[in-house]
């Protein structure tokens, strides 16, 4: 079975350029998150997504980060504009919510610079 | 919200001996803990996991233990080996809140051989 899929795995902007990240999540997991993890820091939930349904965006940054999960598979986080703090790497996580202790299977990561 | 405290953040040990993580918590109503494996440059991995209504789990040489009244739980590593290395993050969740992760800060461990 395929992993959670992310792309790309590096990506270098200058800051007030936009730019997206792309989530394929592991076949039949109605549950997408996307998470930020800083240098040196623990993941930190930015939106949740059940199917296509945002559930829990309190912490996305809205005014400059959205996010779609359309038909409720792959998941598109965009920045725009970015600036030098969203250097951090992006991970996408799924699970198939069945209302107990679902496991969240990581991505590898999108690993993002702006400069 | 939910805050997770994680100690040490570094923590050196020789090969063979044991290693302990210890994180709390403050959200009473969390009820799911599980504990992830980060190696370096890669996807952070589900190692154990462990819910309120138990006290203790063990899979081979990892064990997790809960203590619900003072709200903190710890992973405990036997036999450590280089393998072992890696960054740990205990997280803590609400299963009924949609199972929302909030990570500790993490805890960087070098097995010497």
């Known amino acids: 079975e395929a992993g959670v899929v992310q792309s790309p795995r590096y990506k270098i902007i200058e800051k007030k350029q936009p730019v997206a990240f792309w989530c394929n999540p592991i076949s039949g997991h109605n549950t997408l998150y996307w998470y930020l993890q800083n240098l040196g820091q623990g993941p930190e939930l930015l939106i949740r997504?059940?199917?296509?349904?945002?559930?829990?965006d309190s912490q996305l940054p809205k005014d400059r980060f959205s996010a779609e999960r359309l038909k409720g598979v792959d998941s598109t986080l965009k920045i725009q504009p970015a600036e030098l703090g969203d250097s951090a790497v992006y991970l996408c996580?799924?699970?198939?919510?069945?209302?107990?202790?679902?496991?969240?299977?990581f991505g590898p990561g999108t690993r993002l610079t702006v400069l | 919200g939910e805050n997770v405290e994680q100690h040490p953040s570094t923590l050196s040990v020789q090969e063979g001996d044991s290693a302990v993580i210890k994180c709390t918590y403050s959200?009473?109503?969390?009820?799911?803990f599980p504990w992830y494996k980060q190696e370096l440059g890669k996807r952070p991995q589900l190692i154990i996991d462990?819910?309120?209504?138990?006290g203790e789990k063990k899979d081979q040489r990892i064990a997790v233990t809960l203590n619900k009244t003072a709200k903190h739980f710890s992973l405990h590593i036997t036999e450590t080996q280089p393998e072992d290395s890696a960054v740990y993050f205990c997280?803590?969740?609400?299963?009924?809140?949609?199972?929302?992760?909030?990570f500790g800060g993490g805890t960087r461990v070098l097995v010497k051989p």
């Open positions: 997280a803590a969740s609400r299963l009924a809140a949609g199972n929302k992760l909030t």
């Open positions: 996580a799924s699970s198939y919510q069945s209302g107990g202790a679902d496991e969240q299977f």
């Open positions: 997504y059940e199917n296509e349904e945002a559930v829990d």
């Open positions: 462990i819910r309120s209504n138990v």
């Open positions: 959200d009473s109503a969390s009820n799911y």
